[in-house]
């Protein structure tokens, strides 16, 4: 069974500039989640969705972060313009998630892309 | 969501069994223990979840107290292959996961 796939792995850019993150999750995963993991730290929830609507973006830097999954399969994350805050690996995940269902749910991680801005 | 504590760091030599502790005193009745691991570069992976109950998969052995306030999660055989940072998290469901700093589990030969 294929994994979680992301590109690009390395993205080196300046600030203000802007950069998109893809992602292809294990197919039949309803739930597709960015998370943004800052050296040092465990990672943070971004977005969730639930086939190709968001369940969760309180953690979304709105002004500057944007997220959309179309077709409910492929996902890609946005920032514009970044910030040197925003160095970090950003991680993309996957699971089946029946929603409000506890235990199990268990979630499927990408390689991740490490983006660093100078 | 549960708040867990889990120490900084442990090690473990290869071959014997490494323990990793996880206290979660406020953890409510109906959260699950998950406990997801991160090797150097890669994304988390999950390894096992319980609610009371103790649990064993492939991977590993989990533990939770009668209380429920504390967990193990046990490695019988540690290889160098399982240094990794160690994440314990309680929540109420698997989509719903809060990742604290973990546990770095370093195994030595």
């Known amino acids: 069974e294929a994994g979680v796939a992301q590109s690009p792995r390395y993205k080196i850019i300046e600030k203000r500039q802007s950069v998109a993150f893809w992602c292809n999750p294990i197919?039949?995963?309803?739930?597709l989640y960015w998370y943004q993991q800052i050296l040092g730290q465990g990672p943070k929830l971004l977005i969730q969705?639930?086939?190709?609507?968001?369940?969760?973006d309180s953690q979304l830097p709105k002004d500057r972060f944007s997220a959309e999954r179309l077709k409910g399969v492929d996902s890609t994350l946005k920032i514009q313009p970044a910030k040197l805050e925003d160095s970090a690996v950003y991680l993309c995940a996957s699971s089946l998630a029946v929603l409000f269902r506890g235990g199990g749910n268990e979630q499927y991680f990408g390689p991740g892309t490490r983006l660093t801005v100078t | 969501d549960a708040k867990t504590t889990q120490p900084t760091s442990m090690d473990c030599a290869e071959g014997r069994a490494a323990n990793l502790p996880c206290n979660h005193s406020t953890i409510s009745g109906n959260e699950y223990v998950y406990w997801y691991r991160q090797i150097h570069s890669q994304g988390p992976q999950y390894i096992i979840h319980?609610?009371?109950n103790n649990e064993t998969n492939e991977m590993a052995s989990l533990i939770i107290t009668e209380d429920r306030k504390s967990s193990t999660l046990i490695l019988p055989h540690a290889t160098l292959r399982d240094t990794a940072v160690y994440y314990c998290i309680g929540a109420l469901y698997g989509y719903k996961l809060v990742f604290g700093a973990g546990t770095i589990l370093r195994v030595k030969s």
């Open positions: 969705f639930q086939n190709n609507g968001v369940v969760d």
């Open positions: 197919s039949g995963h309803a739930t």
């Open positions: 319980g609610l009371k």
